[in-house]
């Protein structure tokens, strides 16, 4: 039988691992931060009549420059923005490979704060980039004066900052994101995957936006939205930014069906939306009640928490799952991380970790 490394495969790409969050059919799957909400159905509806007539024109490309979901984005994130500044791919995971195939790329460099979200890296190494991984503070904070001198040592071309960080649950501080930018003579991005779960009224990395022409803020569908199975991420940036993406996109890269869906689930943003406060509520009694237990979790500005004091994560990760509960071993050494769910998810998880018994440690 053929194995990978009997290939005439890219030497950079040996021996790499692929992005592989295990996806199992359990009743109670809290691993990789959706929205454990259904779309509410009049909503769906709403979207299934739009993908109807979307498909009955399927024998044409769509849109190749979306431009009625550009418009709908900036309406959504208001700041002034127009659609000239906004970009979408097919998640905003593409969004990033598209920021790494313009302005990555062999010889060149990208910077992170490690722990980080795992994706980073291989975006790197699927486009040639260099990954360097700065580290954090105590708590996995990230001050001003931390993450510039960095930027100082490394001097990368694109620096990534996750606010609020995955897999921590960290959030960050616009002054962080400003020292960086002074710091940096190349791109800046502000990936806000999680932006909605942050306390109201906390500001944006979007505010920031306004002469700062080397820096991007990528957000998602696929969180607070309620929509991850539909692959929908999207940026905002300086006009010139977007002009560069268009250079690495491929043509047509998202689908009629696709922009006929966002444009259903823009047209409802507060519906999509209702459930955040009640995330939001879940996530803090995760933080309380994995402390009642004995563990130790991090603060979090996001829809997940990341607790330590877990002995053997693996054995609790194995024996969650065969009481139908799924988390995420995320290999930092002594923790676990789990979504905020529904109450009665978030319930059922704290029940499984509860009959486990205290942690020994
Ligand atoms: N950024 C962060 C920090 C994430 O956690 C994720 C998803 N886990 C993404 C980006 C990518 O999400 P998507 O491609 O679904 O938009």
New binding site residues.
Partial sequence: MTSLSDLPIRDDLRGRTPYGAPQKVVPVALN??ENTHPVPEDVAADIVARVAVAVTGVNRYPDREFTELREAFARYLGHGLTAEQVWAAN???EVLQHILQAFGGPGRSLLGFAPT?S?YPLLASGTGTGWIAAGRDAEFELSPETAAAAVREHDPDIVIL?SPN?PTGTPLSLDTVEAVYAAARGIVIV?E??AEFMPEGEPSALTLLPGRERLLVSR?M?KAFAF?GA?V?YLAADPAVVDALRLVRLPYHLSAITQAAALGALAHSDEMLAMVGEIRAQRDRLVVELAELGYLPHCSGSNFVLFGGVDDPHAVFEALLERGVLIRDVGIPHHLRVTAGTETETTAFLEALRALGRPSG
Avoid: E, H, K, L
């Fill in positions: 990789v931060n998640g905003s995971n979200y994706m996750c995955n990936d995957a999680y998602t696929s991850a692959r991420g």
